[in-house]
T-cell receptor
Framework: EAGVAQSPRYKIIEKRQSVAFWCNPI?????LYWYQQILGQGPKLLIQ????????DSQLPKDRFSAERLKGVDSTLKIQPAKLEDSAVYLC?????????????FGAGSRLTVL | KNEVEQSPQNLTAQEGEFITINCSYS?????LHWLQQHPGGGIVSLFM???GKKKHGRLIATINIQEKHSSLHITASHPRDSAVYIC??????????????FGKGITLSVRP
């Protein structure tokens, strides 16, 4: 089966600019996650979707970050305006949405550098 | 205190050595994941454990639920095993709301 697709793989922008990342999860996976991984740290959850609904966005900096999954399939994560501290790898992951389905598959990540 | 602690923080080994990476957690869990992340690469799931022990090739993962501790062992280590190894635990909440908490990861370098 195809994996979790993410694009772009790399993005360099200046602070105060905007950026958008795209994720296409594994077909049929109802649960989709966006994680932020700063260099030297473990991934931090930004937002979790169940189909097209938000389950957890408690750690999403909502003044500048937004995410949507309008049709319950692919998702976009946007940062506007970017700050230097947003430099990180943004990881998308998906898993089947039913209880007990703990298999989690990650995408390759989108590496953002903010100058 | 972090919910998931990993040790050692960095590890350097000689090719062929037996390597152990540890993970301790402080919450009730339904499952524990061991993940591998190569430099510049995505994350690959190595194991998912809820009890006992699992083996895949040269990798062995064990978990002790009572002690809230898991270990990842690499036998006959090879330079291609060089990567960051991340432990993540899924909280005991059911269904879609169960939360995955990650450790900071351990950077392993295996020298030829």
């Amino acid at each position: 089966e195809a994996g979790v697709a993410q694009s772009p793989r790399y993005k360099i922008i200046e602070k105060r600019q905007s950026v958008a990342f795209w994720c296409n999860p594994i077909s049929g996976h109802a649960t989709l996650y966006w994680y932020q991984q700063i260099l030297g740290q473990g991934p931090k959850l930004l937002i979790q979707f169940q189909n097209n609904g938000v389950v957890d966005d408690s750690q999403l900096p909502k003044d500048r970050f937004s995410a949507e999954r309008l049709k319950g399939v692919d998702s976009t994560l946007k940062i506007q305006p970017a700050k230097l501290e947003d430099s990180a790898v943004y990881l998308c992951a998906s898993r089947p949405g039913y209880s007990g389905a703990n298999v989690l598959t990650f995408g390759a990540g989108s590496r953002l550098t903010v100058l | 205190k972090n919910e998931v602690e990993q040790s050692p923080q960095n590890l350097t080994a000689q090719e062929g050595e037996f390597i152990t990476i540890n993970c301790s957690y402080s919450v009730g869990i339904s499952a524990l994941h061991w993940l591998q992340q190569h430099p510049g690469g995505g994350i690959v799931s190595l194991f998912m454990l809820s009890s006992g022990k699992k083996k895949h090739g040269r990798l062995i993962a064990t978990i002790n639920i009572q002690e809230k501790h898991s270990s990842l062992h690499i036998t006959a280590s090879h330079p291609r095993d060089s990567a960051v190894y991340i432990c993540a635990v899924r909280s005991r909440s059911t269904g879609a709301n169960s939360k995955l908490t990650f450790g900071k990861g351990i950077t392993l370098s295996v020298r030829p």
